[in-house]
């Protein structure tokens, strides 16, 4: 998986039915810590890779697949922010978007994460 992400290939992680597995994706993610060495920031990607190249409805909120630095146009000048809406014009983007506004649920989740691990060191 390291070798992966080097080279800047996609990657996901994902589990089939936990019922013919045995596994769910709580062990999938904490195997890829455990076994893997993969940091926040690498999981974090890992996530959004998922929703990128997920088999769901609309635009993606991200300017380009597989990069992560910039929303959409509609959405640029936006911050998932737990504390405020996105724009008019953000926020007709992700109710046109079942896509978009999953990866913007999970920027604002990142978020709340964040928040709340930051205060509490």
Known sequence: MRTYLAAGVPV???TDDPGVSR???????RQAVTDQGL????LRKLARTSLDHAFI???????EQDRYG??????????????????????KFLAGSPKAE?????????????ERYESAT
């Open 12 to 14: 996901a992680l994902a």
């Open 23 to 29: 596994s769910d994706l709580i062990a999938v993610f």
């Open 39 to 42: 940091n926040v920031g690498q």
């Open 57 to 63: 409805e609309g635009g993606n909120l991200w300017k």
């Open 70 to 91: 910039a929303f959409a146009p509609p959405c640029r000048n936006d911050a998932p922010d737990p504390g405020r809406r996105p724009g008019a014009a953000c926020r």
């Open 102 to 114: 999953l990866q913007w649920r999970l920027e604002v989740d990142w978020r709340v994460f964040e």
